[in-house]
């Protein structure tokens, strides 16, 4: 199973971003997926997770700003961002709840 994370960079509050992963290996239409962060110095934390069947679970702290989807066709599971915030810098990672893999990564940072 190899998942490979985009769109993580650098943008002002306020702004947005769209993190893609596609995912291989993987029987991707029946896992559910989901999208973690680290921030320096703090525990991983799931942001947002959607099942096979569409059902979306999100963080407090995103709940509004963020909206997790996924694409079967393409392997692909999006996070779209909005509102984004100084303290929603962190390293982005996917996740697939099946197999239990990590992507690499994807750094995301909102300056102020």
């Known amino acids: 199973v190899q998942l490979v994370e985009s769109g993580g960079g650098l943008v002002q509050a306020g702004g947005s971003l769209r993190l893609s992963c596609a995912a291989s290996?993987?029987?991707?239409?029946?896992?559910?997926m989901g999208w973690y962060r680290q921030a320096p110095g703090k525990q991983r934390e799931l942001v947002a997770a959607?099942?096979?069947?569409?059902?979306?679970n999100y963080v407090d702290s995103v709940k509004g700003r963020f909206t997790i989807s996924r694409d079967n066709a393409k392997n692909t599971v999006l996070l779209q961002m909005n509102s984004l915030k100084p303290e929603d810098t962190a390293v982005y990672y996917c996740?697939?709840?099946?197999?239990?893999?990590w992507g690499q990564g994807t750094q995301v940072t909102v300056s102020s």
């Open positions: 290996g993987t029987i991707f239409s029946s896992a559910t």
């Open positions: 996740f697939d709840f099946s197999f239990r893999t």
């Open positions: 959607i099942t096979s069947g569409g059902s979306t």
